[in-house]
């Protein structure tokens, strides 16, 4: 089995008497994007400025490519990119050159590999203009970009959507994809926007005060969609009493004029039949799409993101 990218083991942050972030393990295995979900204080960026020392763990230990963290801060850091918040860059220069600027702090860094960058980016076009000039999503880029000059193994972005309107946010997920499927490279993104999680991402962690809710691949979460069945009919009372006789009646409901069952979308030929068989008129009926967002509500008790 492949060696995970990212350990976190017992990771612990404790603030006087209250732990931030609680005894948090997981692995992040290479090439997946791994999304970070909480709501507002639940500790992941507290849990992000650990991986990347900005802030000292209590117990626990984070192993970036075997290298544990706390003892070896450097050497585990060889194998980091990371953006934490904004990127920073000089804006008076242009992309090119803050992009040989930031090569400099790592050995072994060539021209090529500088090229090979900003063509992964797709960058070229606007790559000798000064940065001051771009706009914020090509800003997010250019930082993505330094963030991987060095080849790393984990990248780290927190909230790398904020400002970017839809094509921006599209273009950085199709570039982290990209990024993934020919580097092999393990992301984390922290973000507030569910829906672009849920197609940015293989497996998304859940915390919530500071705890470990649940870590589910997003493929989990599209196959847990068709659990529930919505049915329209000419007469909703009817159906309602003919489902509830024939189905638990715990798994039905009316909302808005509309049935829901909760059931596995391959009862639908039944229902229909069912309906028809009462004279029921059938209007529609379909597996619902519950989506990440409608999931991480029900878990957090309707805590929203922050």
């Not at 000089?90 to 050995?107: D, P």
């Not at 909230?159 to 199709?174: F, K, M, Y």
């Not at 659990?227 to 009316?254: H, M, N, Q, Y």
Request: aromatic fraction near 4%; glycine fraction near 10%; charged fraction near 25%.
């Amino acid at each position: 089995m492949t060696e995970a990218v990212l350990q976190l083991r017992n990771l612990t942050k404790t603030v006087g008497r209250r732990n931030i972030v609680d005894n948090l393990t997981f692995d992040i295995q290479p090439g997946e994007i791994f999304g970070f979900l909480g709501p507002n204080g639940a500790g992941k960026t507290t849990t992000i400025r650990m991986i990347v020392g900005l802030i000292s763990m209590t117990k626990g230990e984070a192993i970036i490519k075997g290298i544990p963290v706390g003892t070896h801060f450097e050497l585990a850091m060889t194998h980091v990119g990371a953006i934490v918040e904004n990127p920073e860059m000089y804006k008076f220069l242009t992309g090119y050159q803050n992009l040989i600027h930031f090569a400099r702090r790592h050995e072994g860094v060539m021209k090529a590999r500088i090229d090979e960058v900003v063509a992964l980016l797709g960058l070229q076009n606007r790559i000798h203009e000064k940065v001051k000039r771009y706009s914020l999503g090509m800003r997010q880029r250019l930082g993505v970009a330094q963030a991987i000059l060095h080849r790393p193994s984990l990248l780290i972005l927190d909230e790398p959507t904020n400002g970017l309107d839809p094509a921006g946010i599209r273009e950085l997920r199709d570039y982290l994809r990209k990024l993934t499927r020919e580097e092999g490279t393990a992301v984390i993104v922290s973000s507030h926007l569910l829906s672009e999680m849920e197609l940015m991402c293989d497996r998304v962690a859940i915390i919530q005060s500071g705890k470990l809710v649940d870590v589910r691949s997003i493929q989990e979460t599209r196959d847990d969609a068709q659990s529930k069945i919505v049915i329209e009919t000419g007469d909703s009372a009817a159906a309602l009493r003919l489902l509830a006789s024939a189905f638990d009646p715990g798994l039905v409901r009316e909302t808005g004029g509309r049935l829901e069952l909760t059931a596995d979308k391959a009862v639908i030929p039944h229902l229909v039949r069912l309906l028809v068989g009462a004279e029921i008129d059938v209007l529609g009926i379909h597996a619902a799409q519950r989506s990440l967002e409608d999931q991480f509500l029900e878990i957090t008790g309707g805590e929203m993101v922050v």
